[in-house]
């Protein structure tokens, strides 16, 4: 159906900034939660933010809400996660995920979606 491939990872000092991007090839839902999920060495995968591309409508989590920002293109078919004030912890690979969807705002639970990327990795230096 749909390929999702990330990119835009690399390393930065704190406080830095990096702009990841969701490129989907194939298959676009035409209506779809597109979701942003990070992985540490060690820990459980975790919602970082989403949008539905219905309405536009995005959800964070608590600890990324005001330093990032998802969004999407025009022609919905790239998805992207603008980080700012990045922080050590932010440290992780970074996953792009979709379903299909024709809710409202999407869920940051790693079993709702259906589709995954390959991730791109962030590192954050103190």
């Known amino acids: 159906q749909v390929e999702l491939v990330e990119s835009g990872g690399g390393s930065v000092q704190t406080g830095g900034s990096l702009r990841l991007s969701c490129a989907a090839s194939g298959y676009l839902y035409s209506s779809a939660c597109l979701g942003w999920f990070r992985q540490a060495p060690g820990k459980e995968r975790e919602g970082v933010a989403a949008i539905y591309t219905g309405r536009g409508t995005t959800s964070y989590a608590d600890s990324v809400k005001g330093r990032f920002t998802i969004s999407q293109d025009n022609g919905k078919r790239t998805v992207y996660l603008q980080m700012n004030s990045l922080k050590p912890e932010d440290t992780a690979m970074y996953y792009c995920?979709?379903?299909?969807?024709?809710?409202?705002?999407?869920?940051?639970?790693?079993?709702?979606?259906?589709?995954w990327g390959q991730g791109t990795q962030v590192t954050v230096s103190s």
């Open positions: 995920a979709a379903k299909p969807d024709f809710g409202w705002a999407c869920p940051l639970h790693v079993n709702y979606y259906a589709k």
